[in-house]
């Protein structure tokens, strides 16, 4: 069984670098936005214990109408390179980052320069998932079963296989675009459209590429720390970049377009901004609500055993950052 898949995974791997050949061939030069495949929502982390050593756990980042609302909060694992440095120095600093510039302070404190703001946002976040998403969350947890979670989960993770099949060439990744293509050719034809990840259990899998990453991959830096009502938690660069990823993706152009493009038709016509707005926002509210569901019994606890909540989120938002950048 175990051979089978090796052989199958193989196969697909080849179609999937021949298909990239021949769109990278059509489209000409490529252009220069957590969750490892098979985790959560660009990623939805799961708040076990792995086995590389990361005890993690997630927190309510912003509720409402985004991509992501959860942000992972992590003792960072110590990579073998890191074994060659002071080990007093690696125990004072949880979020001590052995391959970080010299002008970059571990857990990123100088990125904050706007910590005044975004403490006074960051709590008008945490407030929002206490009255109203956490709330909204137990209701639609106990109609939706866990499986259906699961599927709607996939679905818009697959959905956005265009940005990260872009970032991986931008990147010069050709393995990991042409296993980005593998995967979304397995999960919309046998995964009935991405409801189900079959890719992963063929154990075809690839870290998570997109413009943020990108910008930072060509040496932008990651700027101040920024807090947004209802939003993620990002750099100036990632913010930048989610704004990418959000033209990156063709459904925000062909099928319910809040961009325009002249010439180029799409399934909701460009002056029914109604209808493509109402589509839009239904469609955020529920990916933020089932991922919210999915996390639950993750979030439990979490703020009465952080002593600073703000900072561990900060810290730990820019050290994964980091790490996906050198991946």
């Known amino acids: 069984m175990h051979r089978t898949g090796v052989h199958a995974r193989r196969f697909v791997e080849l179609v999937s670098a021949m298909a990239v050949l021949v769109m990278v061939g059509c489209a000409g030069s490529p252009s220069q936005i957590t969750r490892q495949t098979g985790g959560g929502s660009d990623s939805v982390a799961r708040g076990e214990l792995r086995a590389d050593g990361v005890s993690a756990v997630q927190v309510a980042a912003s509720p409402a109408v985004s991509s992501n609302m959860v942000v992972l909060v992590a003792n960072k694992a110590v990579s073998p390179a890191a074994d060659k440095e002071p080990a007093d120095q690696r125990e004072e600093d949880p979020f001590y980052d052995p391959f970080a510039k010299g002008d970059e302070p571990a857990g990123g404190e100088e990125y904050d320069p706007w910590e005044p703001v975004n403490t006074k946002i960051f709590e008008f976040n945490r407030q929002v998932d206490r009255w109203v998403l956490k709330p909204a969350a137990r209701g639609y947890n106990a109609v ?23 970032n991986n060439l931008a990147q010069g990744k050709l393995a990991g675009a042409g296993t980005e293509v593998g995967r979304f050719l397995l999960n919309s034809s046998f995964g009935l459209g991405g409801l189900v990840d079959v890719a992963k259990y063929m154990d075809i ?28 938690p990002f750099t100036l660069r990632d913010l930048v970049g989610y704004v990418g990823d959000i033209a990156l993706n063709p459904i925000n152009w062909l099928v319910f377009p809040i961009i325009e493009v002249n010439g180029i038709p799409s399934l909701v016509a460009h002056h029914n901004r109604t209808t493509s707005s109402i589509a839009q926002i239904g469609g955020r509210v529920e990916e933020i609500l089932n991922d919210r569901s999915l996390n639950l019994e993750k979030f439990q606890g979490v703020e009465e055993a952080t002593l600073d909540l703000y900072t561990a989120v900060k810290n730990a938002y820019i050290q994964k950052r980091r790490n996906a950048i050198r991946e």
Not at 144 to 166: A, D, E, H
Request: glycine share 10%; no cysteine.
């Open 144 to 166: 939706v079963p866990n499986p259906v979670q699961i599927g709607i989960s996939n679905l818009f993770y697959n959905m956005r296989f265009p940005s990260r099949f872009i």
């Open 205 to 232: 899998t690839t870290p998570e590429e997109d413009t943020g990453q990108t910008l930072g991959y060509y040496g932008v830096k990651p700027g101040p720390y920024v807090v947004l009502p209802l939003l993620p």
